[in-house]
């Protein structure tokens, strides 16, 4: 039985339940995932790890403790996993995931924080290790009392990065270490010499921070590839990552090779997502052209035989260096033969699946579409030709599928909140339209309209901007800016991609830079007259706009100029106050592309996009968000701005969260920025207040 929400509010969404990708064994029978889950009850988050029957699609719970993460399989039926046994040590643990309510047993405990696992089968009843943990800049691991606290608080920097993301950067990097597991007798043991440190001695870091993960290493029969910065240059003026290769036979090496750099000539930009064949002789990965732009075109590439690093491929290659194919490649995924590649790549407001051949030489065709709705995540082989992904949409939070490459046939194994229905959402609600942009091209926006929506009644509008500013609006789920959250409020939401966006082809992500405030801006007002024009359902006279990030860039700019006129309410979560401060944040190869170069050497672009500029004309009610860990877009920023509004006698409010980065991610700060957003925008829509603040509704999820 499927229990719905009497209403799609914030304590809904963020009590349902959060469910990671599905891993399949490689029998393709079982497949591991997590679910956490917060009570705003008992004000705590419950964390399980369960097995999902792929032919029955029941799921069974494993284990149920907070401690236990990343199950990571070692046969058709064992499974690795981490369990936490202090603030920074870990034990590495083996379960059986047939037996729920088994006790697991444990391979060895680490004084320190291991993280990041993959598993391989290298042949000789032999698993390839590796994971991550702190290290050393030597590369050696950092136990969690190998360092004395010291006396004083003070600290010094001779060089960037002085703070990365959210926290100052430490003499520390993380690093990858690797094992052999066998199993003797009934259990599986940790070879001697236990674990290795794959980057001693290289100053290396991965994964990259700060948001390295696995896939940014990868192991095979031959050892393992990584993706690492360029030690020779500033990481924070550039974005240049290299794959590197360590040759490896048996993951038992006392001391492993120094890496190998993987040349790829004119490719200097961003490397990721290296994968093995799965025989182990072979590597497709991505990599950038430019070294200091970070939504640069990916490029596919090739390495035909790891032991030939000097031969690398590219697919789509074209005489003039822009590539055949202009949509960005995500994840990449070896077929059963290593004859096809999948691959994910965002398009039109979704991330689709793709297939092509494995090698440049017979990719003469583009990449041929699985998949047309919601967007793709993670997604692996089943052993017998199918894939097994995970997907969400703008209804549905996570859903478990089969796909067959050769028929597009999908068949849905498992839905968290079935297909929507659990929400009291469906699919019904989502809309699109293509506008005319402010040259010689269209863009797209998305629509989500509330589950009771009359075409016959008006509605007013939520006018919802993205950051990035190189992202785009797309058919999926989020946690933090859900357009459904809006329109179950009584909003439309319309999401415009602009110029900026991504999905769209490489020019028009390119379009933004050095104009940040000009063919986007004129392409939300091309926007905003034709909702006006043709959608006689939605009330522009009484609209509000919303936006985070570039987003929050953009509402500051909106206030100073004629569209900002047009809104009864603003709301700017994290943004630019001022463009002349944007050397405040910690990459400063973003400001230098997008600008056109540093402060000193082109500071009439900065000047002339600067939302400051003209707060003399800022005049709409304003709510203003912005968290003291955010080191990307300092608080000052947002400080500044609600400064100028409550100087001016503009209505405003300021918000913010003294634990909280660019996002705010912890549950119960979540739902009060969900209250004050709503809160603020209802006010001013003349939409009901009320309920915001009262306790969740009583939803239960299958």
Same mark, same amino acid.
């Given at each position: 039985?499927?229990?719905?929400?009497?209403?799609?509010?914030?304590?809904?969404?963020?009590?349902?339940?959060?469910?990671?990708?599905?891993?399949?064994?490689?029998?393709?029978?079982?497949?591991?995932?997590?679910?956490?889950?917060?009570?705003?009850?008992?004000?705590?988050?419950?964390?399980?790890?369960?097995?999902?029957?792929?032919?029955?699609?029941?799921?069974?719970?494993?284990?149920?403790?907070?401690?236990?993460?990343?199950?990571?399989?070692?046969?058709?039926?064992?499974?690795?996993?981490?369990?936490?046994?202090?603030?920074?040590?870990?034990?590495?643990?083996?379960?059986?995931?047939?037996?729920?309510?088994?006790?697991?047993?444990?391979?060895?405990?680490?004084?320190?924080?291991?993280?990041?696992?993959?598993?391989?089968?290298?042949?000789?009843?032999?698993?390839?290790?590796?994971?991550? $943990?702190?290290?050393?800049?030597?590369?050696?691991?950092?136990?969690?009392?190998?360092?004395?606290?010291?006396?004083?608080?003070?600290?010094?920097?001779?060089?960037?990065?002085?703070?990365?993301?959210?926290?100052?950067?430490?003499?520390?990097?993380?690093?990858?270490?690797?094992?052999?597991?066998?199993?003797?007798?009934?259990?599986?043991?940790?070879?001697?010499?236990?674990?290795?440190?794959?980057?001693?001695?290289?100053?290396?870091?991965?994964?990259?921070?700060?948001?390295?993960?696995?896939?940014?290493?990868?192991?095979?029969?031959?050892?393992?590839?990584?993706? $690492?910065?360029?030690?020779?240059?500033?990481?924070?003026?550039?974005?240049?990552?290299?794959?590197?290769?360590?040759?490896?036979?048996?993951?038992?090496?006392?001391?492993?090779?120094?890496?190998?750099?993987?040349?790829?000539?004119?490719?200097?930009?961003?490397?990721?997502?290296?994968?093995?064949?799965?025989?182990?002789?072979?590597?497709?990965?991505?990599?950038?052209?430019?070294?200091?732009?970070?939504?640069?075109?990916?490029?596919?590439?090739?390495?035909?035989?790891?032991?030939?690093?000097?031969?690398?491929?590219?697919?789509?290659?074209?005489?003039?260096?822009?590539?055949?194919?202009?949509?960005?490649?995500?994840?990449?995924?070896?077929?059963?033969?290593?004859?096809?590649?999948?691959?994910?790549?965002?398009?039109?407001?979704?991330?689709?699946?793709?297939?092509?051949?494995?090698?440049?030489?017979?990719?003469?065709?583009?990449?041929?579409?699985?998949?047309?709705?919601?967007?793709?995540?993670?997604?692996?082989?089943?052993?017998?030709?199918?894939?097994?992904?995970?997907?969400?949409?703008?209804?549905?939070?996570?859903?478990?599928?089969?796909?067959?490459?050769?028929?597009?046939?999908?068949?849905?194994?498992?839905?968290?909140?079935?297909?929507?229905?659990?929400?009291?959402?469906?699919?019904?609600?989502?809309?699109?339209?293509?506008?005319?942009? $402010?040259?010689?091209?269209?863009?797209?926006?998305?629509?989500?309209?509330?589950?009771?929506?009359?075409?016959?009644?008006?509605?007013?509008?939520?006018?919802?901007?993205?950051?990035?500013?190189?992202?785009?609006?797309?058919?999926?789920?989020?946690?933090?800016?859900?357009?459904?959250?809006?329109?179950?409020?009584?909003?439309?939401?319309?999401?415009?991609?602009?110029?900026?966006?991504?999905?769209?082809?490489?020019?028009?992500?390119?379009?933004?830079?050095?104009?940040?405030?000009?063919?986007?801006?004129?392409?939300?007002?091309?926007?905003?007259?034709?909702?006006?024009?043709?959608?006689?359902?939605?009330?522009?006279?009484? $609209?509000?706009?919303?936006?985070?990030?570039?987003?929050?860039?953009?509402?500051?700019?909106?206030?100073?100029?004629?569209?900002?006129?047009?809104?009864?309410?603003?709301?700017?979560?994290?943004?630019?106050?001022?463009?002349?401060?944007?050397?405040?944040?910690?990459?400063?190869?973003?400001?230098?592309?997008?600008?056109?170069?540093?402060?000193?050497?082109?500071?009439?672009?900065?000047?002339?996009?600067?939302?400051?500029?003209?707060?003399?004309?800022?005049?709409?009610?304003?709510?203003?968000?912005?968290?003291?860990?955010?080191?990307?877009?300092?608080?000052?920023?947002?400080?500044?701005?609600?400064?100028?509004?409550?100087?001016?006698?503009?209505?405003?409010?300021?918000?913010?969260?003294?634990?909280?980065?660019?996002?705010?991610?912890?549950?119960?700060?979540?739902?009060?920025?969900?209250?004050?957003?709503?809160?603020?925008?209802?006010?001013?829509?003349?939409?009901?207040?009320?309920?915001?603040?009262?306790?969740?509704?009583?939803?239960?999820?299958?």
């Amino acid at each position: 039985m499927t229990v719905m929400a009497t209403k799609f509010t914030p304590e809904v969404l963020l009590s349902a339940p959060r469910r990671s990708a599905a891993v399949p064994n490689d029998i393709g029978t079982l497949a591991l995932f997590t679910v956490s889950q917060y009570s705003f009850e008992s004000h705590s988050r419950d964390y399980a790890i369960k097995v999902l029957d792929l032919k029955t699609g029941q799921s069974t719970q494993l284990f149920n403790d907070s401690a236990y993460t990343e199950p990571t399989w070692v046969s058709e039926t064992d499974f690795v996993f981490v369990r936490k046994t202090g603030d920074s040590s870990t034990s590495l643990m083996v379960a059986d995931a047939t037996k729920p309510g088994s006790d697991p047993y444990e391979v060895k405990s680490f004084n320190t924080s291991i993280s990041d696992i993959k598993v391989k089968d290298i042949g000789n009843g032999t698993l390839a290790l590796v994971c991550s $943990a702190p290290a050393t800049a030597g590369g050696k691991m950092v136990g969690s009392t190998d360092e004395k606290k010291p006396l004083s608080t003070g600290r010094v920097f001779d060089n960037l990065f002085v703070r990365h993301w959210d926290s100052y950067v430490s003499k520390n990097k993380k690093g990858l270490f690797y094992g052999a597991l066998k199993k003797e007798g009934d259990t599986f043991k940790l070879q001697d010499p236990d674990l290795v440190s794959a980057l001693a001695r290289t100053g290396f870091e991965c994964p990259v921070q700060p948001f390295g993960d696995a896939s940014d290493y990868d192991i095979g029969k031959e050892g393992i590839v990584f993706v $690492a910065k360029d030690l020779d240059l500033n990481p924070a003026l550039w974005t240049k990552t290299d794959l590197y290769y360590i040759p490896l036979k048996t993951f038992r090496e006392k001391e492993p090779p120094f890496p190998k750099i993987v040349n790829t000539g004119d490719l200097q930009g961003y490397a990721g997502a290296p994968v093995f064949s799965r025989d182990g002789t072979k590597v497709a990965f991505k990599r950038m052209r430019n070294r200091q732009y970070e939504s640069d075109k990916p490029r596919l590439l090739l390495i035909p035989d790891i032991k030939d690093l000097g031969n690398v491929q590219e697919f789509y290659k074209t005489d003039d260096g822009e590539g055949g194919w202009d949509l960005q490649p995500e994840d990449i995924v070896w077929s059963n033969d290593d004859k096809e590649l999948y691959v994910t790549a965002e398009k039109n407001g979704r991330q689709i699946l793709y297939k092509l051949p494995s090698s440049p030489l017979e990719a003469n065709e583009l990449p041929r579409p699985l998949t047309k709705e919601g967007s793709i995540g993670d997604f692996y082989n089943l052993g017998d030709g199918r894939l097994l992904v995970t997907s969400t949409s703008l209804v549905d939070n996570s859903s478990y599928s089969i796909i067959d490459p050769e028929s597009k046939e999908i068949g849905l194994v498992s839905s968290s909140s079935k297909e929507g229905k659990s929400f009291g959402l469906t699919k019904h609600q989502f809309d699109e339209f293509w506008f005319k942009g $402010a040259g010689d091209y269209h863009c797209h926006a998305l629509v989500m309209k509330p589950s009771n929506f009359d075409s016959n009644k008006k509605y007013p509008l939520a006018f919802l901007i993205h950051g990035g500013p190189q992202g785009a609006w797309s058919e999926n789920w989020s946690t933090r800016w859900n357009p459904a959250v809006f329109a179950e409020q009584g909003y439309v939401a319309v999401m415009p991609n602009p110029t900026g966006s991504t999905g769209y082809g490489q020019a028009l992500t390119d379009g933004i830079a050095k104009d940040w405030g000009g063919r986007p801006y004129n392409d939300l007002v091309n926007c905003f007259d034709y909702i006006a024009d043709n959608l006689p359902y939605v009330d522009t006279t009484n $609209a509000v706009a919303l936006g985070a990030s570039y987003g929050g860039y953009m509402i500051n700019w909106i206030q100073g100029h004629p569209l900002g006129r047009k809104f009864k309410a603003l709301v700017c979560h994290d943004g630019i106050f001022s463009t002349m401060n944007m050397w405040s944040t910690e990459e400063l190869f973003f400001p230098m592309h997008d600008m056109g170069g540093t402060l000193w050497e082109n500071h009439e672009n900065y000047a002339k996009w600067d939302p400051a500029a003209f707060v003399g004309e800022w005049l709409t009610p304003q709510l203003v968000i912005h968290n003291e860990l955010d080191y990307r877009l300092p608080i000052s920023e947002g400080l500044a701005a609600f400064n100028a509004l409550q100087a001016r006698g503009v209505p405003s409010r300021f918000l913010f969260f003294p634990d909280e980065n660019h996002w705010v991610l912890k549950p119960e700060n979540s739902l009060v920025w969900h209250k004050e957003v709503l809160g603020w925008i209802n006010k001013w829509t003349g939409l009901d207040t009320t309920g915001l603040a009262d306790d969740a509704e009583r939803v239960s999820f299958d």
